[in-house]
């Protein structure tokens, strides 16, 4: 299964993609947009503050073949997988 950022979704498909823990180390659970020096950049953001924001990077473009056809769809496909990721997992 391919390992992905527990907060954005984010695959992680080259080094140089995961974010750090506050001892400098790598974090294997959330990526370098999301989480440096052991804490979110954005700490008080919501999931769906979050899903707004990765929206342009998941609708089809140049750069992104394979994406979702439009905005709407991207967020319906977000608003199902986001809560399974850690950080958005409701306990």
Same mark, same amino acid.
């Given at each position: 299964?391919?390992?992905?950022?527990?907060?954005?979704?984010?695959?992680?498909?080259?080094?140089?993609?995961?974010? #750090?823990?506050?001892?400098? #180390?790598?974090?294997?659970?959330?990526?370098?947009?999301?989480?440096?020096?052991?804490?979110?950049?954005?700490?008080?953001? #919501?999931?769906?503050?979050?899903?707004?924001?990765?929206?342009?990077?998941?609708?089809?473009?140049?750069?992104?073949?394979?994406?979702?056809?439009?905005?709407? #769809?991207?967020?319906?496909?977000?608003?199902?997988?986001?809560?399974?990721?850690?950080?958005?997992?409701?306990?």
């Amino acid at each position: 299964m391919e390992s992905r950022c527990q907060s954005c979704g984010m695959p992680f498909f080259e080094e140089g993609l995961y974010g #750090t823990n506050a001892d400098g #180390t790598e974090s294997s659970d959330y990526c370098k947009h999301c989480f440096t020096n052991g804490s979110f950049g954005n700490p008080n953001e #919501t999931m769906e503050e979050m899903i707004e924001t990765c929206i342009p990077f998941e609708v089809k473009s140049d750069e992104n073949p394979e994406g979702y056809p439009d905005a709407d #769809t991207a967020r319906k496909a977000m608003l199902e997988y986001f809560p399974s990721l850690k950080r958005w997992k409701v306990s």
